[in-house]
């Protein structure tokens, strides 16, 4: 039976530690659940949002005025091999560092870049998530979700073209009625060392570069064509500005993080600077990466 909670901080299921309570919070360990959540929003006229990990979101200081389905379907198993290859299939709430140890403790290589990036399988395939050169639609092979259709829940599999994905972007970022549940992903077999070691790589880097040690979602910008979002912010002289608890990352301009008690309203305001300086000394519009949630 799924796990309900009403008025749930929302800073306990989120990186950035912020956020006020969810009206009701709807745990879902399977898709019988996940179905149940979406039919106790539409029965009960919440508004609703989908959560995995909450690695990339920042919800308002206000909360959210409905019904959040927080996705634990967290199972990961082989469910093809060919001599070459295997086919892995996992829930949307498998945490990606789960993907990434399931693909090592089975020597499988495909993985690596995703080292270090927390939240879950459905967020990252929803925001395309990538690192180093890579994305994780490259390794999709479909994806199962769920389809909202007025009062009607309708499975739906969606083939990795139909799934378009782009720089942070997919059909499931686009279409809020598309709830992931599960997908497949195709992975090819190798030496675990090599693998283990390029994890490692992978890790380290993460480490050397990005602000680990506070609470942050992530990447706030998507990177303008041609340009590095942190390199603008940098240049505009904003690199360890502060409002509130919040601060422009000292070590990664594009990370705002949450140095103590940070409130949603301290990281708007410094997205706000940031956005206004980057127009007028680069005329540039920054997109944010990180979804933000109002009550």
């Not at 909450?54 to 919800?59: A, Y």
């Not at 290589?109 to 270090?116: S, T």
């Not at 599960?182 to 070691?197: M, R, S, T």
Request: hydrophobic share 45%.
């Amino acid at each position: 039976m799924a796990d309900i909670k009403k008025n749930e901080p929302l800073a306990n299921h989120c990186t950035y530690h912020i956020g006020g309570p969810a009206r009701v919070l709807f745990l879902a360990a399977n898709e019988r659940e996940i179905i149940a959540g979406i039919e106790t929003a539409e029965e009960n006229r919440f508004k609703m949002m989908i959560l995995g990990g909450g690695s990339n979101i920042l919800f308002s200081d206000r909360g959210f005025d409905g019904l959040v389905l927080k996705l634990a379907n967290n199972f990961i198993k082989i469910a093809e091999e060919k001599e070459n290859r295997a086919v892995v299939l996992a829930g949307a709430g498998a945490p990606l560092a789960a993907l990434v140890k399931f693909a090592l403790d089975n020597s499988l290589a495909g993985m690596e870049w995703a080292a270090g990036i927390p939240g879950t399988v459905g967020g990252a395939i929803r925001g395309n998530a990538g690192a180093f050169g890579r994305e994780i639609g490259a390794s999709v092979l479909r994806v199962r979700a769920l389809e909202i259709s007025g009062k009607s829940v309708v499975p739906a599999i969606v083939g990795k073209e139909d799934c378009a994905f782009g720089y942070r972007e997919s059909v499931f970022k686009r279409n809020k009625n598309l709830v992931i549940t599960a997908a497949k992903f195709v992975l090819e077999k190798g030496n675990a060392n090599e693998i283990a070691d390029k994890i490692k790589e992978c890790a380290e880097k993460k480490r050397i570069s990005q602000p680990l040690d506070f609470p942050s979602a992530g990447s706030v910008f998507k990177n303008p064509e041609g340009f590095f979002a942190a390199k603008i912010i940098e240049d505009c002289g904003l690199k360890g500005r502060s409002a509130g608890g919040a601060q422009i990352s000292e070590k990664h301009a594009n990370f705002i993080v949450n140095r103590g008690n940070a409130k949603a309203d301290d990281v708007l305001a410094l997205i706000a600077q940031i956005k206004a300086a980057a127009k007028e000394k680069f005329a540039v519009d920054l997109k944010e990466e990180i979804e933000i949630v109002e009550a």
